[in-house]
């Protein structure tokens, strides 16, 4: 039996979910370290990647100078050019569909919801982002080139989460690799 695409979309989120939390539940936030979740349906590839602002700008506040101001501009354009940053497989034929990116500290909230107030002195921020590519529907992309590292030199580890039409799986990548697999 063939799940409609809208099940289909719910099912792998509800597996990410399930499969991160117990996964990153009571997790230090270590500088260097991102989460990234790969979800593979027909038609479409997310990434969701959760990380400290330090590891893509350096400081975890609100930029205090025209430098650091500039830094954060610099490293918002590159997460904005998601295609660049993660390359799929190209006989898959995706495009970049939306980015959405959460930072209160910078000002960056989801659409129509306040900005929560900046993170106490000594608390750490992170950014949260959510990557959308639509692809061709009988699409079957064989890996996502990561480049994280290649964009931020303060990323140091990313830790994977992957679920995908064949099931579900955890890696890590470490500088240099930045190829992960999307196929079982």
């Not at 750490?124 to 590292?149: I, M, N, S, Y």
């Amino acid at each position: 039996m063939r799940l409609p695409r809208h099940a289909y979309r719910a099912a792998l989120f509800a597996a990410l979910a399930a499969l991160a939390a117990p996964a990153w539940a009571g997790k230090a936030h270590q500088h260097g370290v991102a989460q990234l979740d790969v979800a593979v349906e027909p038609g479409r590839v997310t990434l969701d990647l959760q990380t400290p602002l330090d590891g893509l700008v350096g400081f975890e506040r609100v930029p205090r100078t025209d430098a650091e101001r500039a830094r954060v501009d610099a490293a918002l354009a590159k997460l904005r050019d998601a295609a660049a940053l993660f390359r799929i497989d190209g006989a898959a034929g995706c495009k970049l569909a939306q980015v959405t990116l959460n930072a209160p500290v910078l000002g960056l909230t989801p659409t129509g919801t306040a900005a929560p107030a900046a993170p106490a002195k000594g608390e750490h921020a992170d950014l949260d982002g959510r990557f959308e590519f639509a692809c061709k529907a009988d699409a079957k992309p064989a890996f996502v080139e990561v480049g994280l590292f290649e964009a931020f030199s303060g990323m140091k580890r990313i830790e994977l989460q992957l679920v995908l039409p064949r099931g579900q799986m955890k890696a890590t990548l470490a500088r240099p690799a930045t190829r992960v697999a999307l196929a079982r």
